[in-house]
């Protein structure tokens, strides 16, 4: 009965060594794995303090795996390790751990391969070391066979263990990558000591092998065992890289923010669609005026716009089609639809929609959107094709007065064409010095001679010839080429104006035309300045050009570098006013000194209502003290007009075209007595 008692609480202290031996190694695996892979940004010193401390808690709780499975194995011995010797052990076992972590940080394959050997050998040097300083009497020995397999162990673990953790710990969300990783990292701590242990063979006499509690169980059976733990930890691996490969790809096919498909899904939609004949349109939709509300109103307030405008398109859509969030705020509609007249109807409600209004955390927004249309198979036969022809499409929208659905043609492709080649070969025309300038007189009727001149930029191109400034101006406003262009031009308009005081030519102002682009790159002063200083030219004789928008757009910003090149001396000038984009409660802020009337007012100067605008205007300039240039004179009966309405100030075909600096040298566009009969009309 006793004996039986006895063995029954021997065998239960055993399950509970097995038990405990499992939980330190699961334990100290996490606990280290957590250490070594913490995206933590100190010091390099700190990081490998950092290190050091993982690997010593994986050293210890490697080495207490050991002595527990050999307690629970080998339950009859009474364990006497001297304190050297199991001094040794751990600092083996955590100098290789700590190798590993630090080769682990590199992120390399082969790096990774090598750590795993590097651990592998510490801990079988540490399981030698317990093993062989048990009882300094006995011989020990270890079979060869379960003894390789064990180290394979090890090995198989710790490497899959890394790979676990540096192929997912990066990803956001991705909680699990550590506890697996822990798992099949402790398991296999586990189930190598368990191995080793039962490799163990004693030289000596069979009863004294017996009376120690040593088993004698065949090889074949921990090769079976050892085979069966790498199998478990491999199907471990696989089920979780299957998981977490899942996980990933549907994270990073839908948008976070509206909860679409985005453009990474497109691919494989569209492949699909294609092999069912199912892809029969694509529908590129893009919001107008969002750029305006994301920077007046915020970021927050423009994504909740976004996903506001994504819940209602996908309110329009049927079963059959797919809604995919592109860039910002640009939507994609794919479906089997291509039949142009069901389509147009479908978008425009789409687009109705939209343009509801929308009511925000207490703001009250208006948008509308834009939308461009390709068909299969007449606009592409592929995703690609498809598109680059729904992007022209939205283009052609955008450019022709918004709010728009177009869709796509031959005549757009051209566009498209031709604006994609002239702007590639548009960053090189600086370089290659393809770009002139040509002068406009501004012509003072009053007293028949010229008042300035306006610089425009012209473009050379080798192959199209000269490029219309109203092609490719807005490209290179788009691509922010136009800022080192307006250098340039600043740079050359001065010299030339220098040589031209200099020689006795003229002694005029010079107007240039500037972007938004030049203000958004808070260069404007440094450029100016530069302009000046190197060609010697006064302040005075340069004149800026701003329109109304660029005067009213970040107005603080704006209005404060225009003061500085002020400073200088330099006008500045108001240009095509009264076009409806400022307001003239705020003109008296805008540090100019010449207002340009549009020549859309002078072009129909002989209607009555664009007469009191002018007046209107002239008068304005007079109470504000400000000069007015009229632009677009083209008729006598324009220039009689003006000048009877007190604008001496005139710009247009009638005066002058724009010239190259030999024409304007020449002086055959002076017309002396066009200002004579003015004079007398008056």
């Given at each position: 009965?006793?004996?039986?008692?006895?063995?029954?609480?021997?065998?239960?202290?055993?399950?509970?060594?097995?038990?405990?031996?499992?939980?330190?190694?699961?334990?100290?695996?996490?606990?280290?794995?957590?250490?070594a892979a913490g995206k933590i940004r100190v010091r390099r010193g700190r990081r490998?303090?950092?290190?050091?401390?993982?690997?010593?808690?994986?050293?210890?709780?490697?080495?207490?795996?050991?002595?527990?499975?050999?307690?629970?194995?080998?339950?009859?011995?009474?364990?006497?390790?001297?304190?050297?010797?199991?001094?040794?052990?751990i600092?083996?076992?955590?100098?290789?751990?700590?190798?590993?972590?630090?080769?682990?940080?590199?992120?390399?394959?082969f790096t990774s391969r090598i750590s795993s050997g590097v651990f592998s050998f510490g801990v079988t040097v540490m399981s030698a070391l317990g093993v062989f300083a048990l009882r300094p009497g006995l011989v020990v020995g270890i079979d060869p066979i379960v003894g390789f397999f064990s180290v394979a162990i090890m090995f198989i673990a710790s490497y899959f263990a890394l790979y676990v953790l540096g192929n997912f710990r990066r990803a956001a969300g991705f909680g699990l990558s550590k506890p697996v990783a822990a798992l099949i990292l402790g398991s296999g701590i586990f189930a190598m000591q368990y191995t080793v242990l039962g490799s163990l063979r004693v030289d000596s006499l069979r009863s004294t092998a017996v009376a120690l509690g040593y088993t004698a169980l065949p090889s074949s059976y921990f090769v079976a065992g050892v085979f069966a733990l790498v199998a478990i930890i491999l199907a471990i691996t696989w089920a979780f890289m299957v998981f977490e490969r899942r996980s990933l790809k549907r994270i990073a096919f839908l948008d976070p923010l509206?909860?679409?498909?985005?453009?990474?899904?497109?691919?494989?939609?569209?492949?699909?669609?294609?092999?069912?004949?199912?892809?029969?349109?694509?529908?590129?939709?893009?919001?107008?005026?969002?750029?305006?509300?994301?920077?007046?109103?915020?970021?927050?307030?423009?994504?909740?716009?976004?996903t506001h405008a994504a819940q209602r398109i996908s309110t329009r859509i049927e079963e059959s089609e797919a809604l995919f969030r592109m860039d910002g705020d640009e939507f994609l509609l794919v479906g089997a639809e291509n039949d142009s007249t069901r389509l147009l109807e479908r978008v425009n409600r789409?687009?109705?929609?939209?343009?509801?209004?929308?009511?925000?955390?207490?703001?009250?927004?208006?948008?509308?959107?834009?939308?461009?249309?390709?068909?299969?198979?007449?606009?592409?036969?592929?995703?690609?094709?498809?598109?680059?022809?729904?992007?022209?499409?939205?283009?052609?929208?955008?450019?022709?007065?918004?709010?728009?659905?177009?869709?796509?043609?031959?005549?757009?492709?051209?566009?498209l064409s031709r604006k994609m080649e002239l702007e590639k070969d548009l960053r090189l025309a600086l370089e290659h010095r393809q770009f002139f300038i040509v002068y406009q007189p501004k012509w003072d009727a009053r007293r028949g001679k010229e008042a300035g001149f306006e610089a425009l930029l012209r473009w050379q191109h080798p192959k199209k010839g000269v490029v219309s400034p109203g092609e490719f101006i807005p490209i290179a406003e788009e691509t922010g080429l136009i800022v080192q262009m307006t250098r340039w031009m600043l740079g050359e308009v001065c010299r030339q104006n220098k040589r031209w005081h200099d020689e006795g030519l003229f002694e005029v102002c010079i107007s240039v035309n500037m972007s938004y682009r030049v203000f958004e790159s808070m260069t404007l002063f440094d450029m100016v300045d530069e302009a000046l200083r190197s060609s010697g030219l006064p302040g005075p004789m340069l004149e800026l050009e701003i329109t109304e928008s660029i005067a009213m757009h970040n107005m603080a910003i704006t209005l404060s570098q225009l003061q500085r090149v002020r400073d200088l001396g330099v006008g500045v000038s108001l240009d095509d006013f009264g076009t409806g984009h400022s307001s003239l409660g705020r003109l008296d802020e805008i540090p100019v000194d010449i207002l340009k009337i549009d020549q859309s007012f002078v072009k129909n100067s002989d209607l009555t209502s664009k007469q009191a605008l002018i007046v209107g205007i002239i008068g304005i300039a007079r109470l504000l003290d400000l000069e007015v240039v009229a632009e677009g004179v083209e008729t006598v009966e324009q220039a009689e007009f003006l000048l009877s309405r007190g604008c001496t100030l005139m710009q247009g075909y009638y005066y002058g075209r724009p010239m190259p600096p030999e024409e304007v040298e020449a002086g055959r566009w002076r017309i002396t007595d066009i200002s004579n009969k003015a004079a007398k009309a008056e």
């Open positions: 009965m006793i004996s039986v008692l006895v063995t029954g609480l021997t065998e239960n202290w055993n399950g509970v060594l097995i038990v405990l031996s499992l939980s330190v190694a699961l334990l100290s695996a996490y606990l280290s794995l957590s250490l490998r303090l950092t290190l050091a401390g993982a690997a010593l808690i994986l050293g210890t709780g490697t080495w207490l795996v050991h002595m527990m499975s050999l307690r629970s194995y080998h339950h009859r011995l009474t364990l006497h390790y001297a304190p050297l010797a199991t001094v040794s052990a600092a083996v076992v955590s100098l290789s751990a700590y190798i590993m972590f630090r080769l682990f940080g590199k992120q390399e394959v509206t909860g679409l498909r985005n453009r990474y899904a497109l691919q494989e939609e569209s492949d699909r669609r294609l092999l069912e004949e199912s892809l029969g349109s694509m529908v590129l939709i893009n919001l107008d005026r969002f750029k305006v509300i994301n920077d007046t109103l915020g970021r927050d307030l423009g994504d909740l716009l976004l789409m687009m109705e929609e939209i343009g509801r209004p929308y009511m925000i955390d207490g703001n009250e927004l208006y948008v509308t959107a834009s939308a461009g249309i390709s068909l299969f198979p007449e606009h592409g036969c592929d995703r690609s094709a498809l598109l680059k022809s729904a992007d022209a499409a939205l283009y052609q929208a955008k450019t022709s007065g918004k709010d728009k659905t177009v869709f796509f043609n031959a005549g757009i492709g051209g566009q």
